[in-house]
């Protein structure tokens, strides 16, 4: 019973773990009195994925954005698989053209299928280091997405099978995953056009996914 449990938590964790992460800025054509920006963005990540973010460009001596999302798996019903995260992202210090940022958010994730539901908290921390101009920017990423504590619902598919399973919270947490890639994108008026992609790869460096890499495009819109 045991090992059926930790071959669900395990796939679980590559499951839900997801890297569409921080809004993909472009801080060098990001003005002081734009306070507002709007995504959407769409690509692989373990699944086909589309989702929609705010963010509040804060007004300090150090740039900061504030930022919330929502995404979607894709599949045949919509709410099944579902992301949402809140937290923001900082230019931390800048050398002329080129920026070093950090992010860091606080994740609830829902997945089901036709053994177990799953909600679960997590978090997630990136930075990324850059070029950055007014027109363009080009980036590498690197960053870590935890899933902290995660509540199983089981079916009755399963409890039949398995009717000593109970349902409740289960720690420690259910597992981690790295990733690493790049960035870029083109700015024009109040608009970004940004592509990322880049590979996944578990907390122990032993296992990836069946499909290892990520892949988003993303267009953003400034308002003041």
Known sequence: MKAIVALITFLISL???SFLQAQTINWENLKSEEKHILNVNAGWDYSFAYGLS???HLKTKMPIILESSFSLASGEVIFDDFK???GGQINVFQIENFRFNAAIHGIYRRYENPIVTLQNFGADASTTIG???PKWFVAGEFGFDKAI???F???EIYKEVYPEVKNGWYEPSTGGNFNFGIQGGYSFNKSDLTLRAGKVMT???KSTPLIPFYLQIGYS???D
């Open 15 to 17: 499951l839900m773990s």
């Open 54 to 56: 705010y963010g509040y």
């Open 84 to 86: 949402t995260k809140i």
């Open 131 to 133: 070029y950055y101009k």
């Open 149 to 151: 504590v995660t509540h």
């Open 153 to 155: 619902k089981h079916s």
């Open 203 to 205: 907390q122990d460096f």
């Open 221 to 223: 819109y400034k308002l």
